[in-house]
Protein backbone atom coordinates (compact mmCIF):
# COMPACT_ATOMS: atom_id res chain seq x y z
CA UNK A 1 0.00 0.00 0.00
CA UNK A 2 1.50 2.95 -1.03
CA UNK A 3 -1.20 5.53 -0.55
CA UNK A 4 -1.87 6.60 -3.73
CA UNK A 5 -5.01 4.94 -4.87
CA UNK A 6 -5.78 4.26 -8.90
CA UNK A 7 -9.63 3.79 -9.92
CA UNK A 8 -10.38 1.38 -11.83
CA UNK A 9 -7.84 -0.65 -12.24
CA UNK A 10 -8.58 -2.42 -15.24
CA UNK A 11 -10.58 -0.19 -17.95
CA UNK A 12 -11.96 -1.63 -21.41
CA UNK A 13 -13.59 1.01 -23.79
CA UNK A 14 -14.47 1.73 -27.43
CA UNK A 15 -12.94 3.88 -29.85
CA UNK A 16 -15.93 6.40 -29.25
CA UNK A 17 -15.88 6.00 -25.76
CA UNK A 18 -15.21 8.50 -22.84
CA UNK A 19 -13.73 7.67 -20.09
CA UNK A 20 -11.97 9.15 -16.59
CA UNK A 21 -9.15 7.40 -14.62
CA UNK A 22 -8.92 8.55 -11.43
CA UNK A 23 -5.99 9.14 -8.59
CA UNK A 24 -6.32 10.12 -5.34
CA UNK A 25 -3.43 10.32 -2.43
CA UNK A 26 -3.54 11.36 1.41
CA UNK A 27 -0.07 11.75 1.56
CA UNK A 28 -0.15 15.53 1.85
CA UNK A 29 2.17 15.47 -1.29
CA UNK A 30 1.90 18.89 -3.66
CA UNK A 31 3.35 16.88 -7.20
CA UNK A 32 1.25 14.85 -9.00
CA UNK A 33 1.81 12.63 -12.26
CA UNK A 34 0.73 10.46 -15.30
CA UNK A 35 2.53 8.01 -16.60
CA UNK A 36 2.25 5.79 -18.98
CA UNK A 37 3.34 2.22 -19.29
CA UNK A 38 3.30 0.89 -22.74
CA UNK A 39 4.44 -3.13 -23.43
CA UNK A 40 7.92 -3.20 -23.91
CA UNK A 41 8.63 0.35 -23.61
CA UNK A 42 10.08 2.62 -20.70
CA UNK A 43 7.62 4.09 -18.72
CA UNK A 44 6.62 7.38 -20.46
CA UNK A 45 5.79 10.61 -18.22
CA UNK A 46 2.90 12.19 -19.56
CA UNK A 47 1.80 14.99 -17.05
CA UNK A 48 2.73 16.61 -14.30
CA UNK A 49 1.06 18.82 -11.90
CA UNK A 50 2.47 21.30 -8.96
CA UNK A 51 0.22 22.79 -6.35
CA UNK A 52 -2.67 22.29 -8.75
CA UNK A 53 -1.12 23.82 -11.77
CA UNK A 54 -0.11 21.95 -14.73
CA UNK A 55 3.64 22.35 -15.40
CA UNK A 56 4.00 19.68 -17.88
CA UNK A 57 2.77 18.54 -21.24
CA UNK A 58 5.24 15.72 -22.80
CA UNK A 59 2.99 16.18 -26.34
CA UNK A 60 0.63 14.03 -25.24
CA UNK A 61 -2.11 14.03 -27.79
CA UNK A 62 -5.27 15.88 -27.19
CA UNK A 63 -7.62 13.10 -26.49
CA UNK A 64 -5.86 12.83 -23.02
CA UNK A 65 -7.21 15.37 -20.87
CA UNK A 66 -5.80 16.17 -17.28
CA UNK A 67 -7.37 17.42 -14.45
CA UNK A 68 -6.19 18.32 -11.24
CA UNK A 69 -9.10 20.07 -9.09
CA UNK A 70 -7.40 19.78 -5.71
CA UNK A 71 -3.88 18.52 -4.78
CA UNK A 72 -5.25 15.05 -3.20
CA UNK A 73 -6.98 14.18 -6.50
CA UNK A 74 -6.25 13.80 -10.53
CA UNK A 75 -7.93 12.88 -13.00
CA UNK A 76 -7.22 11.95 -16.62
CA UNK A 77 -10.00 12.32 -19.25
CA UNK A 78 -10.23 10.06 -22.11
CA UNK A 79 -11.92 10.60 -25.52
CA UNK A 80 -11.67 8.63 -28.88
CA UNK A 81 -8.60 7.02 -28.00
CA UNK A 82 -7.02 4.13 -30.36
CA UNK A 83 -6.22 0.64 -30.11
CA UNK A 84 -2.76 2.14 -30.09
CA UNK A 85 -3.02 3.82 -26.52
CA UNK A 86 -4.04 0.34 -24.86
CA UNK A 87 -1.73 0.29 -21.91
CA UNK A 88 -0.92 0.68 -17.81
CA UNK A 89 -1.49 4.37 -16.48
CA UNK A 90 0.10 5.08 -13.71
CA UNK A 91 -0.35 7.82 -10.79
CA UNK A 92 2.24 9.05 -8.92
CA UNK A 93 2.69 11.56 -6.15
CA UNK A 94 5.75 13.25 -4.32
CA UNK A 95 6.02 16.14 -1.73
CA UNK A 96 7.18 18.34 -4.44
CA UNK A 97 8.68 17.99 -7.66
CA UNK A 98 12.48 18.16 -6.51
CA UNK A 99 11.88 15.22 -4.03
CA UNK A 100 13.68 11.69 -5.01
CA UNK A 101 10.98 9.46 -3.59
CA UNK A 102 7.69 9.14 -5.76
CA UNK A 103 4.95 6.63 -4.48
CA UNK A 104 3.16 5.06 -7.65
CA UNK A 105 -0.49 3.68 -7.65
CA UNK A 106 -0.63 -0.09 -9.02
CA UNK A 107 -1.83 1.42 -12.56
CA UNK A 108 -5.53 1.21 -14.79
CA UNK A 109 -4.91 -1.25 -17.19
CA UNK A 110 -6.46 0.11 -20.19
CA UNK A 111 -7.26 -1.45 -23.03
CA UNK A 112 -9.35 0.24 -26.80
CA UNK A 113 -11.41 -2.10 -28.50
CA UNK B 1 19.90 13.57 -21.11
CA UNK B 2 22.35 11.13 -19.77
CA UNK B 3 21.82 7.46 -20.28
CA UNK B 4 21.89 4.10 -18.44
CA UNK B 5 22.58 0.39 -19.73
CA UNK B 6 21.67 -2.00 -17.19
CA UNK B 7 21.23 -6.20 -18.24
CA UNK B 8 17.84 -7.35 -19.27
CA UNK B 9 17.83 -9.94 -16.82
CA UNK B 10 19.50 -11.66 -14.16
CA UNK B 11 18.91 -14.57 -11.74
CA UNK B 12 20.23 -15.18 -8.44
CA UNK B 13 19.15 -17.54 -5.62
CA UNK B 14 17.29 -16.87 -2.36
CA UNK B 15 19.16 -15.89 0.43
CA UNK B 16 22.26 -14.72 -1.05
CA UNK B 17 23.17 -11.16 -2.17
CA UNK B 18 22.01 -9.64 -5.29
CA UNK B 19 24.57 -6.84 -7.41
CA UNK B 20 22.99 -5.25 -10.08
CA UNK B 21 24.86 -3.47 -11.96
CA UNK B 22 24.20 0.36 -14.07
CA UNK B 23 26.74 1.73 -16.39
CA UNK B 24 26.44 5.83 -16.96
CA UNK B 25 29.37 6.28 -18.75
CA UNK B 26 28.17 9.98 -19.84
CA UNK B 27 26.64 11.24 -16.47
CA UNK B 28 27.51 14.70 -15.62
CA UNK B 29 28.53 16.41 -12.45
CA UNK B 30 24.72 17.59 -11.35
CA UNK B 31 22.93 13.51 -11.96
CA UNK B 32 21.67 12.22 -9.13
CA UNK B 33 21.62 8.22 -9.38
CA UNK B 34 17.95 6.98 -8.77
CA UNK B 35 17.03 3.03 -8.54
CA UNK B 36 13.36 2.19 -8.22
CA UNK B 37 12.04 -1.38 -8.88
CA UNK B 38 8.23 -2.63 -10.27
CA UNK B 39 7.15 -5.81 -9.00
CA UNK B 40 4.68 -7.71 -10.98
CA UNK B 41 1.40 -6.21 -11.68
CA UNK B 42 2.56 -2.78 -9.23
CA UNK B 43 3.87 0.14 -10.15
CA UNK B 44 7.44 1.45 -9.48
CA UNK B 45 8.59 1.41 -6.03
CA UNK B 46 11.44 3.96 -5.17
CA UNK B 47 14.31 2.04 -3.28
CA UNK B 48 17.47 4.39 -2.85
CA UNK B 49 19.55 7.30 -4.68
CA UNK B 50 23.21 8.77 -4.54
CA UNK B 51 24.85 11.52 -5.91
CA UNK B 52 28.71 10.53 -4.92
CA UNK B 53 28.48 8.53 -2.00
CA UNK B 54 27.24 4.85 -1.38
CA UNK B 55 24.01 4.76 0.46
CA UNK B 56 22.47 2.47 2.71
CA UNK B 57 18.48 2.30 3.69
CA UNK B 58 16.39 -0.43 4.72
CA UNK B 59 15.85 -1.72 1.62
CA UNK B 60 19.42 -1.69 -0.43
CA UNK B 61 23.10 -0.57 -0.64
CA UNK B 62 23.90 1.61 -3.47
CA UNK B 63 27.49 1.17 -4.28
CA UNK B 64 29.19 4.71 -6.47
CA UNK B 65 32.12 4.29 -8.70
CA UNK B 66 34.57 6.54 -7.64
CA UNK B 67 34.47 8.24 -11.14
CA UNK B 68 30.41 7.68 -11.66
CA UNK B 69 30.62 6.32 -14.58
CA UNK B 70 28.82 3.39 -13.01
CA UNK B 71 26.77 2.13 -10.04
CA UNK B 72 25.66 -1.17 -8.42
CA UNK B 73 22.06 -1.76 -6.08
CA UNK B 74 23.12 -4.45 -4.01
CA UNK B 75 20.14 -6.14 -1.71
CA UNK B 76 21.82 -7.85 0.98
CA UNK B 77 19.76 -11.17 1.21
CA UNK B 78 17.22 -11.34 -1.79
CA UNK B 79 13.71 -13.41 -0.66
CA UNK B 80 11.20 -14.44 -3.32
CA UNK B 81 9.65 -11.31 -2.89
CA UNK B 82 12.17 -8.93 -4.34
CA UNK B 83 11.58 -10.52 -7.73
CA UNK B 84 10.70 -7.41 -9.89
CA UNK B 85 11.97 -5.27 -12.39
CA UNK B 86 15.24 -3.31 -11.56
CA UNK B 87 15.53 0.39 -13.22
CA UNK B 88 18.62 2.42 -12.57
CA UNK B 89 17.80 6.40 -13.37
CA UNK B 90 19.67 9.62 -13.83
CA UNK B 91 17.89 12.89 -12.79
CA UNK B 92 19.82 15.79 -13.53
CA UNK B 93 19.15 18.25 -10.63
CA UNK B 94 19.88 21.07 -13.09
CA UNK B 95 16.39 20.63 -15.05
CA UNK B 96 13.79 22.29 -13.37
CA UNK B 97 11.64 19.45 -14.33
CA UNK B 98 12.87 17.31 -12.55
CA UNK B 99 12.66 14.59 -14.67
CA UNK B 100 12.69 10.68 -14.52
CA UNK B 101 13.91 9.09 -18.04
CA UNK B 102 13.37 5.64 -17.74
CA UNK B 103 14.90 2.72 -19.14
CA UNK B 104 13.93 -0.69 -19.86
CA UNK B 105 15.60 -2.11 -16.79
CA UNK B 106 16.74 -5.19 -15.09
CA UNK B 107 14.60 -8.25 -14.37
CA UNK B 108 15.61 -9.99 -11.52
CA UNK B 109 14.44 -13.44 -11.36
CA UNK B 110 14.84 -14.88 -7.77
CA UNK B 111 15.66 -19.09 -7.58
CA UNK B 112 13.96 -21.01 -4.26
Known amino acids: ETGVTQTPRHLVMGMTNKKSLKCEQHLGHNAMYWYKQSAKKPLELMFVYNFKEQTENNSVPSRFSPECPNSSHLFLHLHTLQPEDSALYLCASSRDRAVFEAFFGQGTRLTVV | DAKTTQPNSMESNEEEPVHLPCNHS???????IHWYRQLPSQGPEYVIHGLTSNVNNRMASLAIAEDRKSSTLILHRATLRDAAVYYC?????????????WGAGTKLIIKP
Open chain 2, 89 to 101: ILRDERDSNYQLI
Open chain 2, 26 to 32: TISGTDY
